[in-house]
């Protein structure tokens, strides 16, 4: 007879590992592997079944501070990896942890792929407009302008928009998160998390050494109320620190626009409310920018479907009933044979 | 040419008796040439005789019609003796346009038999052809012998009772030439008709005129042969090892291997390929065959297909990717990462021509420097090579048990000549093979990820999903001892030694290098490796046949090299490496050995003709009389 013992409950540091952690002091890092590792003990995620798969850069030295499976692959290519392995074993759960080159540059076509196959997994990308661990060149993520050693006249490129590229590649789950956000970040893990199917999240973080404050205009204590709006299904998109600027579409266009409430006519009942299933309002919410935006914070968007592992294996489960126990003998021997005596 | 000439009666007709003979089909590359090829290969295995074949089609999927770089071939060798290699030049050619015939006509044997589609020697054909003048008609082809049939029309006039549109009645006209040549050589029709009632059984008129096109190809054969214009022949059954046989191509074969490693291994298969010519018909063999527990994926690059088999390796499946020599590249880093992590993967090369794209429908074998040292640092794997394309299934299978084994990846080399060309096979029975079960550790006491077996060095292969072995890997060096990141100069030189020491180890579990043919001590050895095993020991054997003390040796493993190869070559006093690249086999040996090898080598996206090794043997031959 088999007697269950009930599982001892792991706590936030059950969930870390014992490799002295290596990134600069101060690094937005430190916030996130915290908030990973909260979100691990919040869900209980069982240890054995967790696997970090992460590329190169900073933020992919994450694998080796959690502990669960691990494994720190090459750059720009852990969404392929993590791809093979979900197949192989749909039962683990697969965080891929990435940076905005690893993701954006030479991984983008990897990051494309698995979300377009909506594969089941998590995709954290840590946002930090810069290549740290090369030493601060710009990223396919800075601004244009930014003044790195190898572009000190100022970068020139455009930056790419990580949650509108999300979006445009088919992602069924799209969402943004501030590294510092102590109490969001996890919740936004937790959301990433519960989602079937490929969940791609941004976070934004901060690069104390090469590109400092690059977010205060919008994570700044004194202007975070005004300068990001907190998405949630369901809620009317309000946010400011009176609690009265909302955001609604312009009359005649598809195009949205900031409003105050009780100024110039408007109400509540103008504002939109989010609504994280439509494509269209999510993609106007990930393309608003400073100043004249806020910053949509949250789940922008998810609309689950189908994951590409189930899909898979559906398949080979259905060829398996339909040629049980097939034999190689017998495959070999298929086709025209004949014998010579 | 066609040895022997004793006639002798053969359903009431006089037919010339041979021992071998090479034919050549030759036509557009939409005339169905590779599929008259096959029925062909398959109705002579039939009848019993050896042979082997060699596809060689044009990269364009349909290039303009008409043009010689539009042509498709087949050829295909068959006797009644042991045979090795598609044949060095044919002895009859079917030509279905003037392309086919300008672009074949000067590989064949004097005194050979050219069949033509007279139909199609119009005067557009001709001139895209690059013919000023019309070569049936005047000398051009003085010295063969020639039919000439308005093929095209005849076949319509087969079909016309089935009612087909007259692009596909066209189209038999394939099959019309295959039932002439099916008379030439007194072979049964029957096997096509099965065939082609199988194939064509939902459109019964296609399937019947395709049978019509066959039995009037053969019909008119029979005219001729009343009219005693044409001599028919007989090849009489090869003496063939009794069992049950099939025919297979390489491509066939590396697929069949690998599900008969992961069996062997009681692993599921995690294959992942891009599309790439010749192995994507890996990726599509290997599709079909999901019931044997293959997750198969086609992925968005050659990085991703490498990335997610090694991914589909760490979550303890065996991770298989195919590619040729430019797809090979993309892959490199992450068979580093492989090589780093220790994680079991095969890849397959199906090489090509090269470089850059080269030639990719044409065969060569310049890939194995590649495989040997095509990667940045010391990071030595398992190189393993097929020489016939049956020879691919038992690879395979080592291929998976190396690397299961010594937690390693394996590159398995092949070639465009192996993956596409057929040979009989004599079917093993895949029980008498040996099981190789991988064991993944469970036991979390005094756990390190980088725990080796003494003996083969290979480290134990923990798995996500097991409670306790919770452990990070990567490719940054790690610590001998604990797994964990070390930079550490003296373990770093530590981790170098044993991966060496782990690949240079797999010597002991490979066979003794063996004399293919020959004596195991003489003047010549002829050394070889991957698809020139043909023509070499076809060619070895015809110089011992005049009392030349030469000797074969084929390498099947380049890496690690067989631990007695070595002494083996030093028992010879010249030692010729026969490649299809500038020297890289060479290379290897005389830097490991020192040895004063001489290489023969061609590069022209065409294999090895036996005279060719031949010519070099007695060159060599000569350079030792005194």
């Known amino acids: ?341 | 040419m066609m040895d022997g000439s004793a006639p002798l009666t053969v359903e009431n007709s006089i037919r010339e008796e041979v021992d071998d003979v090479v034919v050549r089909f030759a036509g557009d590359s939409g005339d169905g040439i590779q599929i008259t090829g096959g029925q062909f290969t398959l109705t002579t295995a039939l009848a019993g005789n050896d042979l082997s074949t060699f596809p060689d089609f044009p990269a364009e999927i349909r290039a303009p019609q008409g043009t010689t770089f539009g042509v498709s071939a087949f050829q295909i060798h068959f006797g009644s003796r042991e045979i090795r290699t598609a044949g060095d030049a044919p002895d009859v050619l079917v030509a279905l346009n003037p392309a086919a015939l300008q672009v074949n006509v000067s590989d064949l044997n004097k005194g050979g038999l050219i069949i033509v589609d007279e139909g199609a020697f119009t005067d557009r054909n001709l001139k895209k052809a690059g013919y000023t003048t019309n070569p049936l008609e005047d000398n051009a082809l003085d010295g063969f012998r020639l039919i000439a049939v308005d093929i095209t029309k005849n076949t319509l006039e087969a079909v016309k009772e089935f009612g087909l549109s007259q692009k596909e009645a066209v189209r038999c006209k394939n099959m019309y030439s295959l039932g002439l040549v099916y008379w030439l050589y007194g072979r049964d029709r029957e096997p096509t008709i099965s065939w082609l009632n199988a194939k064509f059984g939902k459109r019964l008129e296609i399937a019947n005129s395709n049978i019509a096109a066959v039995n009037a190809g053969h019909a008119l054969g029979e005219t001729i042969e009343a009219s005693g214009e044409t001599t028919s022949y007989t090849i009489a059954p090869a003496e063939i090892k009794p069992g049950l046989y099939r025919t297979i191509t390489g491509i066939e074969a590396i697929s069949y291997g690998l599900v008969a490693g992961a069996n062997k291994a009681h692993l599921k298969m995690t294959f992942a390929g891009y599309p790439i010519t010749p192995a994507s018909a890996i990726l599509h063999t290997l599709s079909k065959l999901k019931q044997f527990d293959i997750i198969t994926f086609q992925a968005e690059d050659e990085i991703a297909a490498v990335c997610a088999a090694l991914g589909g390796s760490y979550a303890g499946t065996i991770g298989v990717t195919a590619s040729s020599g430019p797809g090979i590249a993309l892959k490199t880093e992450a068979i580093g990462l492989a090589i780093s992590v220790e994680l079991p993967l095969v890849i397959i090369n199906v090489q090509r021509a090269g470089p850059s794209t080269g030639m990719p429908t044409k065969t060569e074998q310049s890939d194995l420097n590649q495989a040997v040292f095509g990667r940045n640092a010391d990071s030595p794997l398992v190189v393993i090579s097929a020489s016939t394309p049956s020879d691919n299934f038992e690879v395979a299978i080592e291929s998976i048990r190396l690397a299961t084994k010594y937690m390693t990846p394996v590159m398995l080399l092949t070639d465009g000549y192996l993956a596409n060309a057929s040979e009989p096979w004599k079917i093993p029975n895949v029980d008498e093979i040996a099981e190789f079960p991988v064991k993944f550790l469970n036991n979390s006491d005094n756990f390190s990820p980088t725990t080796r077996d003494p003996k083969t060095l290979a480290r134990n292969w923990p798995i996500p999903g097991t409670p306790n072995l919770e452990h990070r890997i990567g490719g940054i060096e790690k610590s001998y001892d604990t797994g964990n990141i070390s930079y550490d100069s003296s373990n770093h030189q530590k981790m170098t030694d044993v991966r060496k020491n782990k690949i240079d180890g797999i010597a002991n579990d490979i066979p003794l290098q063996e004399i293919t043919r020959g004596d195991k001590k003489g003047d010549i050895a002829v050394v070889g490796w991957g698809s020139t095993f043909g023509p070499i020991t076809r060619a070895v054997q015809k110089v011992r046949s005049n009392g030349h003390n030469v000797s074969h040796i084929h390498i099947r493993h380049i890496w690690p090299l067989p631990r007695n190869l070595e002494t083996v070559l030093n028992e010879f006093k010249v030692i010729i490496v026969v490649e299809m690249n500038t020297g890289q086999l060479i290379t290897l040996l005389r830097s490991q050995f020192l040895i004063d090898a001489k290489g023969l080598n061609k590069v022209s996206g065409q294999p090895f003709k036996v005279s060719e090794i031949e010519a070099d043997i007695l060159k060599a031959v000569k350079g030792l009389i005194p």
């Open chain 1, 1 to 341: 007879m088999n007697i269950a013992t009930p599982p001892e409950k792991l706590s936030v540091k059950d969930y870390a590992s014992d490799q002295e952690v290596r990134w600069c002091p101060g690094c937005g890092d430190y916030a996130i592997v915290r908030a990973m590792q909260k979100t691990m003990a919040d869900i209980q995620a069982p240890p054995e079944k967790t696997v970090f798969i992460s590329g190169i850069g900073c933020a992919a030295r994450f694998p080796y501070y959690m502990a669960t499976f691990g494994f720190h692959t090459i750059h720009g290519r852990a969404a392929s990896v993590a791809t093979g392995t979900k197949l192989a074993n749909p039962d683990l759960d697969i965080w891929v942890i990435s940076g905005d080159g690893d993701s954006l540059s030479i991984g983008g076509n990897h990051l494309m792929h698995v979300l377009r196959r909506n594969v089941n997994l998590q995709y954290i990308l840590f946002n930090n407009e810069i290549y740290g661990l090369t030493k601060g060149q710009y990223s396919p993520t800075s601004k244009v302008g930014t003044k790195s050693p190898s572009t000190p006249l100022g970068s020139l490129d455009k930056p790419v928009s990580a949650a509108l590229y999300a979006l445009g590649c088919g992602a069924r789950f799209v969402a943004r998160g501030i590294d510092a956000q102590a109490k969001h970040l996890p919740e936004v893990f937790k959301r990433a998390h519960e989602h079937k199917g490929a969940s791609f999240v941004e976070v934004f973080q901060n690069c104390i050494v090469y590109n400092d404050g690059v977010y205060d205009h919008f994570t700044a204590k004194n202007v975070a109320a005004d300068k990001q709006i907190q998405v949630q299904h369901g809620l009317p998109l309000i946010f400011g620190s009176d609690a009265n600027k909302g955001l609604r579409l312009k009359p005649g266009k598809i195009e949205l626009d900031v409003v105050t409430i009780n100024e110039d006519g408007v109400t509540e009942a103008d504002i939109l409310v989010h609504d994280e299933t439509n494509k269209v309002l999510a993609t106007l919410l990930a393309q608003m920018e400073a100043p004249n935006f806020p910053v949509a914070i949250g789940v922008l968007f998810c609309d689950p479907a189908e994951t590409y592992e189930t899909a898979v294996n559906d398949q080979l489960e259905s060829q398996k009933r339909q040629n049980q126990n097939p034999s190689v003998n017998e495959l070999i021997r298929s086709g025209a044979t004949w014998t010579v005596d």
